[in-house]
T-cell receptor
């Protein structure tokens, strides 16, 4: 069973920031938070991961709350190509439970 | 460099037949995962290989499913006596495993998948 909960779906206007929330209230001190996305008919794509500090790479930023019970993935300037299902994952004993994720639709 | 490759890309088989699905991970990646994704569903973890350790088979749905990883590289997922409910996209991923003894980080890179249809 997944250790995370995410909204089922979200919309975002093209060019605006997309903020995708994730709750992981039972996370342990040494467990990472991972984000992946899956564009229709493709394999999942790694986006970013973090432990307790905020992280940024060329794709996105990850903001983790101080108590580590939740995090937010930020796509700073969403494009139509960012329309996908976004998965927030806390691995359990090397197993990644992808759950159903958040279906993000970027609207022109 | 080359990514994860899987073959075949599509497989149609008759109910009751055996099938083998192949995964070539990224060179140097010590961890390999198999998942399946039924139409409109999320990914379902099947099995995990890490180095020379015994694989984590806890996600395999029945004893008709088995997997091998030869030489720490290529992996084969075998489904015996296929059933219609086995129809799905089977995805393979590989990763490095790094970090200290207690903190391991995994960034999985996925292949394009094999679409299995059991008729």
């Amino acid at each position: 069973d997944a250790k995370t909960t995410q909204p089922t779906s979200m919309d975002c206007a093209e060019g605006r920031a997309a903020n995708l929330p994730c709750n992981h209230s039972t996370i342990s001190g040494n467990e990472y938070v991972y984000w992946y996305r899956q564009i229709h008919s493709q394999g999942p794509q790694y986006i970013i991961h973090g432990l307790k500090n905020n992280e940024t790479n060329e794709m996105a930023s990850l903001i983790i709350t101080e108590d580590r019970k939740s995090s937010t993935l930020i796509l700073p300037h969403a494009t139509l190509r960012d329309t996908a299902v976004y998965y927030c994952i806390v691995p359990i004993f090397n197993q990644f439970y992808f759950g159903t994720g958040t279906s993000l639709t970027v609207i022109p | 460099g080359a990514g994860v490759s899987q073959s075949p890309s599509n497989k149609v088989t008759e109910k009751g037949k055996d099938v083998e699905l192949r995964c070539d991970p990224i060179s140097g990646h010590t961890a390999l995962y198999w998942y399946r994704q039924s139409l409109g569903q999320g990914l379902e973890f099947l099995i995990y290989f890490q180095g020379n350790s015994a694989p984590d088979k806890s996600g395999l749905p029945s004893d008709r499913f088995s997997a091998e990883r030869t030489g720490g590289s290529v992996s084969t997922l075998t489904i015996q006596r296929t059933q219609q409910e086995d129809s799905a996209v089977y995805l393979c991923a590989s990763s490095l495993v790094r970090g200290g003894a207690l903190i391991l980080a995994y960034e999985q890179y996925f292949g394009p998948g094999t679409r299995l249809t059991v008729t």
